[in-house]
T-cell receptor, first 111, second 119 residues
Framework: AQKVTQAQTEISVVEKEDVTLDCVYE???????LFWYKQPPSGELVFLIR??????QNEISGRYSWNFQKSTSSFNFTITASQVVDSAVYFC????????FGAGTTVTVRA | GAVVSQHPSWVICKSGTSVKIECRSL??????MFWYRQFPKQSLMLMAT?????????EQGVEKDKFLINHASLTLSTLTVTSAHPEDSSFYIC???????????????FGPGTRLLVL
């Protein structure tokens, strides 16, 4: 069985603060993929990143960075210097074939 | 990235009627599409996996006779909510699986969703 846990339900920050979203997963598979998606108020899911289980390199894309640690089954996401446009619900997801989503973390960035 | 469209984006219907939602992959072929349902302030729950040319696979607890899925081509899957009731009101999202890269790494790309309100 697969399971994704996003411990933080809501995070509220002031603009320019950094935000780190936690994601812990469980799987018995040796090959799997991890994802982060953003869901703004419009509802459309926006793909942010994909990681396969054999690639533990951290990644940075602009203000976004991801830390994948297989030893702790975590795939955390950091937004640096947050902006109001970052306000959304962020989902971590695990896939061997089907996607299992975490409960989501609502990020509110205040001006 | 790959684009997935859904139609309609909004639908309001009377209880007892049927509603069809279309999901299209616009610039890639998708042998597999997925249908999710999302209630307010909740996560996405997978309803079924739609495979081109074969019957859909439904998740436990999802009524296959109520949620009819047809994957008639490599770019189109449809979800029909039959005899809709107010409790079927939800946000329905489809995704299309795009197999890419030498290593076969895959990503699901999501449609914009369809909000269904059953009166």
């Amino acid at each position: 069985a697969q399971k994704v846990t996003q411990a933080q339900t809501e995070i509220s920050v002031v603009e320019k603060e950094d935000v780190t979203l936690d994601c812990v997963y469980e799987t018995r598979d040796t090959t799997y993929y991890l994802f982060w998606y953003k869901q703004p108020p419009s509802g459309e899911l926006v793909f942010l990143i994909r990681r396969n289980s054999f690639d533990e390199q951290n990644e940075i894309s602009g203000r976004y960075s991801w830390n994948f640690q297989k030893s702790t089954s975590s795939f955390n996401f950091t937004i640096t210097a947050s902006q109001v446009v970052d306000s959304a619900v962020y989902f971590c997801a695990l896939s061997e074939y089907k996607l299992s989503f975490g409960a989501g973390t609502t990020v509110t960035v205040r001006a | 990235g790959a684009v997935v469209s859904q139609h309609p984006s909004w639908v309001i219907c009377k209880s007892g009627t049927s509603v069809k939602i279309e999901c299209r992959s616009l610039d890639f072929q998708a042998t597999t599409m997925f249908w999710y349902r999302q209630f307010p302030k909740q996560s996405l729950m997978l309803m079924a996996t739609s495979n081109e040319g074969s019957k859909a696979t439904y998740e436990q607890g999802v009524e296959k006779d109520k949620f009819l899925i047809n994957h008639a081509s490599l770019t189109l899957s449809t979800l029909t909510v039959t005899s809709a009731h107010p409790e079927d009101s939800s946000f329905y999202i489809c995704s299309a699986r795009d197999l890419e890269g030498v290593l076969g790494q895959e990503t699901q790309y999501f449609g914009p969703g369809t909000r269904l309100l059953v009166l």
